[in-house]
């Protein structure tokens, strides 16, 4: 069965650090483009970051609102994709979700991936 499952959420302070793990079963996930997504109340999902799947030279992408605090990288032995977040602000607060793209060249629109996990819920809060 292919899943997705994200985990590391939680409650901290500004400027404080999170790191979310996506943990794939019933695939190899680095074949295949992984990408972060995040939803706010009231807002519409948008990408966070991704990166693409082997053979595609790693490429990865961030949103401008997290390039510089958001590291997004693989662990290939546990099948496991992380978000490292550091510097967190109050406007980071979403459930952030990870999806596999079926192809291996990630983008950051929501409309390009195909499998997602149920989400992880981070709130940024003083």
């Known amino acids: 069965q292919l899943q997705l499952v994200e985990s590391g959420g939680g409650l901290v302070q500004p400027g404080g650090s999170l790191r979310l793990s996506c943990a794939a079963s019933?695939?190899?996930?680095?074949?295949?483009?992984i990408g972060w997504f995040r939803q706010a109340p009231g807002r519409e999902r948008e990408g966070v970051s991704c990166v693409s799947g082997r053979g595609s030279e790693d490429r990865i992408k961030y949103a401008d609102s997290v390039k510089g605090r958001f590291t997004v990288s693989r662990d290939t032995a546990k099948n496991t994709v992380y978000l490292q977040m550091d510097n967190l602000k109050p406007e980071d607060t979403a459930v952030y979700y990870c999806?596999?793209?079926?192809?291996?060249?990630?983008?950051?629109?929501?409309?390009?991936?195909?499998?997602w996990g149920q989400g992880t819920q981070v709130t940024v809060s003083s």
């Open positions: 019933g695939f190899t996930s680095d074949y295949y483009a």
């Open positions: 999806a596999v793209d079926w192809g291996r060249i990630c983008e950051l629109l929501p409309s390009e991936y195909d499998t």
